[in-house]
């Protein structure tokens, strides 16, 4: 059985940073597109960034190019986002997500974590 659970949500200031992190049992994550989605309150989820399955390409949201990164460890069969410079209008639910396509759209993410909460305070 193919999971993600995410880790590293939590509270922190304006200009702040956190990592989050995603693990993958029941596969590889060599086999997938890993992306992060994000889903404020009152809103749809909203894509925020994906890396290829061969590492090679990043795909940013514009509201995070240049602040946010994802990576990710095949030693630890993970993916990450390390989030810079953190806005309010940062707070979110943020999902970890893995594709066996190519390009995905939402929908074509055939595997989502529960979700990690990150608070950015004014």
């Known amino acids: 059985q193919v999971q993600l659970v995410e880790s590293g949500g939590g509270w922190v200031q304006t200009g702040g940073s956190l990592k989050l992190s995603c693990t993958l049992s029941?596969?590889?994550?060599?086999?997938?597109?890993m992306a992060w989605f994000r889903q404020a309150p009152g809103k749809e989820r909203d894509f925020v960034v994906r890396?290829?399955?061969?590492?090679?390409?990043?795909y940013h949201a514009f509201d995070v190019r240049g602040r946010f990164t994802i990576s990710r460890s095949y030693a630890e069969n993970s993916v990450y986002l390390q989030m810079n410079s953190l806005k309010p209008e940062d707070t979110a639910v943020y999902y970890c997500?893995?594709?066996?396509?190519?390009?995905?759209?939402?929908?074509?993410?055939?595997?989502w974590g529960q979700g990690t909460q990150v608070r950015v305070s004014s």
């Open positions: 997500a893995a594709s066996r396509s190519v390009a995905p759209t939402q929908s074509e993410y055939d595997y």
């Open positions: 890396l290829s399955r061969s590492g090679a390409n990043r």
């Open positions: 029941g596969s590889s994550i060599r086999d997938y597109a």
